[in-house]
């Protein structure tokens, strides 16, 4: 199946005329199509066709762009099923997180389109008579739009949603791990009623990826993915004195202390490790678990961990999916070898997954390492994959100290039933989102998301913080008093 770029309200191919494949990584004789791999002259025009529609969509009030929102929601709710299917083809999850990953964009433009109506500036009193001091919320310009493969709807939506609102237009380059998602939302948002040009989908690799981000006609960059290229884009965006938000990497603590509910600890320690095949900025890839506690919890967290069925996320009763390509396969089983030449004790996993159904994808079984120590390398570095890092603690504050000893700070857990512990541990753990009785991951719609740290660059998506990114202040005075006023000087001390 030969997909597109959608640029101006057509479907076209690059200008190039190269493609690339886009294979299922749980059975890689399945081609789910081939896509554009664009250029700079691809995202050349895209940004052309943002730049004049932004003449016009930044001058349609927003309730409207909202309704316009609105109704792409209802498409999606429409399209659910069709979607999750989708996703789950090119990208593994199981069905039933596919499902949840539409219905969060689903909430997300919900919320959004509500926004239109609340886009709130400030009246403030001035400091001499009969003046009037205002604010508003403005629209920034195009905006480029960089996602990772993982939530192909629900991240984007994060982004997409809330920068039509606020009067964007928008050139998304989606990953080439997740293209067929990137055309289904366009779908979408055309048939909702989105005028031409006001969102672009260029398909590609980072080359395309770099050139929307230097593209003198794009505003701003809201980037998703690894550190490493996050670092990069934050470079080039100083360089050029372009606004962007970046949501990269985590290494996310849970916490289990004695007094804890053992079996709800021990069913968010598997969600939130083995969610998504652990392919989550969000996922729980380090175990705090105190020691008296551990040999008991680890014995049932490894029964546990065994008994996940591996597979085709189409396939009923499948828990964990394959990983997202060779690449990342290969990168999983180099942390696995460290942790075991660094001296972590292997108790659950630890291998590639080959025979029978496994042997035409990317599979990885759910992987266990006890003694782990703050010096190893699985301790310290985000490995996006199904592999839990165990550490014993002696107390909450060995516990919170070890949490934060971390270049990341996304997502954080803590199971207890002490409410001292829990709040000393939510106003000392160093992450943007900490979780109490439940796991690291789990986040909704309206509220701010977003780490500290190498995680981020202090801007939060989600909730009503995203229209901070997606905005500018523009402050205005009127003065009536029909004489020259100066401010500072002509108030009397």
Not at 317 to 339: D, K, M, S, T
């Amino acid at each position: 199946m030969q997909l597109l770029n959608y640029i101006a309200g057509q479907w076209v191919p690059s200008r190039s005329g190269r493609t690339f494949r886009n294979l299922n990584p749980a059975d890689t004789r399945d081609c789910v199509g081939e896509f554009p791999l664009s250029s700079a002259e691809d995202v050349a025009l895209a940004v052309e066709a943002a730049a004049e529609a932004y003449r016009s969509w930044r001058l349609v009030p927003a309730p409207q762009r909202g309704e316009i929102v609105r109704r792409a929601g209802q498409l999606l709710r429409e399209r659910k099923e069709e979607l999750a299917r989708a996703m789950v083809r090119e990208m593994g999850k199981p069905l039933v997180e596919a499902r949840g990953d539409v219905q969060e964009a689903i909430d997300t433009a919900d919320y959004a389109a509500s926004e239109g109506r609340r886009l709130f500036g400030y009246t403030t009193p001035s400091e001499l008579p009969n003046k009037v001091n205002l604010s508003f919320r403005m629209p920034v310009g195009v905006c480029g739009i960089i996602t990772a493969w993982n939530f192909p709807i629900a991240v984007p939506s994060w982004k997409i949603f809330p920068a039509l609102v606020s009067g964007n237009t928008v050139v998304w380059k989606p990953s080439e791990d997740a293209p067929l998602c990137a055309n289904l939302l366009a779908q979408i948002l055309q048939e909702a009623g989105l005028p031409p040009g006001v969102f672009n989908v260029v398909h590609g690799d980072a080359e395309a990826g770099e050139a929307l981000v230097r593209h003198p006609g794009v505003r701003l960059i809201a980037f998703t993915g690894s550190t490493a290229v996050g670092r990069r884009i934050a470079t080039l965006c100083g360089e050029l004195n372009k606004k962007c938000s970046l949501e990269m990497g985590g290494k996310n603590p849970l916490i289990v202390l004695p007094d804890a509910d053992l079996d709800l600890a021990l069913q968010g320690v598997l969600w939130g490790a083995f969610g998504t095949s652990g392919q989550r900025c969000t996922a729980t890839s380090r175990l705090l678990l105190h020691r008296d506690i551990a040999e008991h919890f680890l014995e049932r967290l490894c029964a546990a961990t065994q008994q996940l069925r591996v597979g085709n996320g189409l396939e009923e009763g499948v828990n964990v999916g394959p990983i997202i390509n060779a690449r990342q396969l290969e990168r999983i089983e180099h942390y696995v070898e460290l942790g075991r030449r660094q001296g972590a004790r292997l108790l659950v996993g630890g291998h590639r997954l080959t025979e029978g159904e496994y042997a035409h994808g990317y599979f990885f079984a759910p992987t266990i390492f006890a003694d782990v120590t703050p010096e190893m390398t699985i301790f310290r570095e985000e490995i996006f994959g199904p592999v839990l890092s165990v550490t014993l603690v002696d107390s909450l504050e060995h516990a919170i100290a070890l949490a934060n000893d971390s270049d990341y700070g996304l997502s954080s857990s803590i199971y207890t039933r002490d409410i001292v512990a829990a709040f000393r541990a939510i106003r000392d753990l160093e992450a943007g989102i900490t979780y109490v009785n439940a796991p690291t991951i789990g986040a909704e719609a309206h509220m701010p998301f977003g780490g500290v740290k190498a995680t981020g660059n202090g801007h939060r998506e989600g909730g009503w913080t995203v229209f901070d990114i997606f905005t500018e202040w523009k402050t205005v005075y009127i003065d009536y008093s029909g004489r020259l006023q100066r401010a500072q000087i002509d108030v009397e001390q």
